[in-house]
């Protein structure tokens, strides 16, 4: 039996990485989502096993905030995610050639870990496997969005297909697909990215920084155990975290995010990798012993990029393509899941009063819900990467300064734990 692509949708999902996928999850799962017409669209395979092809879960690793741990427990997902993921009971903070640091432990806030770590492509496999169980969800890819357009409807969505095959994956049952599609939906969610043509196409402009830096992306073995502690070390090139990962067959792993400026980093993509481990031996120190391996590595230009607006009629920026900050605190993902969950709390509220999802109204809510958080997320981000990448006497004196305070002062060190872990701002509950 084949199902037929409807024409008209309550909420229509354009991105299946990461924050999309966690989405589409969240509104099929639990009370008040009954009856919601959804309708998620991808433009690469969504398969239920390895490899994972869409764009979102590449070789990079996330860290998981406790609090996004807790949301994902609410979806049901949070045993899977745990079987895959390494804890954090510990985070040290370190800046290059100069004494002390910060400390950051589980223990103390009475919690059994402060995140977790986990690869992206695992990541989407479980998030995967969540939506090709969902009844009441109907999935094209791959497909592609090419336009969208207000209309009296909502929103007018124009999909093409992206193969010649002319069966598209659904989610129990194969879906006939044509050429080209127009369907209308109440409320769009563009979670495709931070490079969004659709975004330009409607005039959505971005504020963009660049920090003229670039990641350099790796998993990396060494001699000693990380003891699940991740380690934050700036430097003047920029800051360098690792990340603990699970052992594999024995070997210690950490995922690396090694970051230098954009002018050097393509002498230090091109090093060998013995030369390249010697650098990072050098740069990082000698507390996980030996670096012995690095693997596959990878280059992100670093930049801070916001939209100048988050929500239209009948339509809502959710993830890098709303806000895309540099990883120097791990909170890109960690802030996009709680939007995430405030969105959907949000569609809830609004099918309980009867309202369309896409109503202006509605969305403005949701906007205010989540400004304050954005706001302060962001702002942390960029000022921790602005401060420890100057080499100016002045933000050298304030590092060192703040770094010894939040040490020595226990209501310091108690927010900066929340804030790593994601519990700094109230919770949604979709239970």
Known sequence: MSLTVNNHYDVVIVGAGMVGASLACALTHGSGFEGLK?????????????????????????????????????????????????????????????????????KQQGVSALGHVIENIKLGQTLNQALLRAANLELCAPVQVTAINP??????????????????????QAINFPENKEITASLVVLAEGGRSSLCANRGIEHYSHNYN?????????FT?????????????????????????EGVHRAALVWTHSSADISEIMAMKDEALLQQLQQDFGKKLGTFTRIGKRSM????????????????????????????????????AMRDTMALAFN????????????????LQCYLQAVQQDQQHTISFSDYMTRLFSSTNWLSTWTRTFGMAS???????KRQLNRQAMGLAQSRISLS
């Open 406 to 412: 939040i040490d020595l002062l226990p209501p310091l």
């Open 213 to 221: 830096q670039s990641a350099l992306i790796a998993n990396v073995a």
């Open 347 to 362: 569609i809830r509220e609004s099918l309980q009063q009867n309202v369309s999802p896409g109503s202006f109204t509605r």
């Open 151 to 172: 209309c009296i409807e909502g929103m007018q969505l124009l999909l093409a297909k992206v193969t010649d095959n002319n069966t598209i994956t659904g989610i129990t």
């Open 300 to 335: 992100y230009p670093l930049a801070l990029q916001l939209a100048h607006e988050q929500i239209r009629p009948a339509l809502v920026l959710l993830g890098n393509v709303a806000h895309s900050l540099h990883p120097v605190a791990g909170q890109g993902f960690n802030l």
């Open 38 to 106: 959804l309708l998620l669209v991808e433009a690469s395979p969504v398969l239920a096993s390895s490899p994972v092809q869409q764009p979102g879960f590449d070789a990079r690793s996330t860290v998981l905030s406790a609090g996004t741990m807790a949301y994902f427990s609410q979806l049901g997902l949070d045993q899977e995610l745990l079987s895959a993921a390494a804890p954090i009971t510990e985070i040290h903070v370190s800046d290059q050639g100069r004494i002390g640091g910060v400390h950051l432990d589980s």
């Open 224 to 248: 000693k155990p990380h003891a699940s502690c991740a380690y934050e070390r700036f430097t003047p090139k920029g800051p360098l975290a690792l990340l603990p990962l699970e052992d594999r």
